[in-house]
């Protein structure tokens, strides 16, 4: 593998291309195949010594890097797993449940003459407030889940919280969708007038 290492504090010029072994990634962190990387100001100064950390000889410098990762040190633990796919549904299923009820609650505003559509301002704040509600949903489970030493107190929160979820949305659905096509029946009759 090829790479730029830096063996001594110096200018960004004394850097040589070099053809070094590919790395294994520790248990804690990931392989990148890097595509792309920048050279900056602060990638200079690090080469001089003079960033404010100092990783030890020899390094390769590069703080902002693209690439597709290659290797993963270890899987997360099933645990971690588990928790983030029981909260996948959770969060779409309120997303839809919230998104349907602000469409037909709060429809956006069609300006005449414009093309575009603009949504309503309380929808915007309802919005903006199930983003914090979630987020500190998130935030009290997995505080909970420190406080008793044991992931699965989330893991098991966010499966409860799915299927409730699920359990709402398929019951608003038909709901939901009957008082759509009421009020798009009453739109087209107040056209045709």
Not at 8 to 33: H, M, N, R, T, Y
Not at 58 to 75: Q, R
Not at 97 to 106: A, F, P, R, T
Request: glycine share 6%; with cysteine; proline share 6%.
């Amino acid at each position: 593998m090829r790479a730029v290492i830096c063996h001594a504090w110096g200018a960004v010029e004394s850097l040589k291309v070099e053809e070094v072994p590919a790395p294994v990634p520790a248990a804690d962190e990931v392989l990148i195949d890097v595509r792309a990387t920048s050279v900056n100001y602060a990638d200079s100064i690090m080469v001089a010594g003079k960033y404010q950390t100092r990783p030890p000889f020899p390094f390769s410098p590069g703080l902002e890097t693209a690439g597709v990762v290659a290797a993963l040190g270890h899987w997360p633990p099933v645990r971690i797993l588990l928790v983030t796919w029981a909260a996948l549904p959770f969060a779409a299923c309120v997303h839809f449940i919230v998104g349907n009820w602000l469409s037909l609650q709060y429809p956006r505003k069609f300006e005449f003459g414009m093309r575009r559509q603009r949504p309503s301002g309380l929808s915007v704040l309802i919005s903006l407030g199930l983003f914090f509600a979630m987020n500190g949903m998130l935030a009290m489970s997995a505080i909970l889940s420190l406080w008793f030493g044991n992931l699965w107190v989330l893991a098991a929160v966010y499966a409860g919280l799915s299927l409730a979820a699920i359990t709402v949305y398929r019951a608003t659905l038909e709901s939901t969708s009957s008082q759509a096509l009421r009020q798009r029946d009453s739109l087209l009759e107040q056209l045709a007038r």
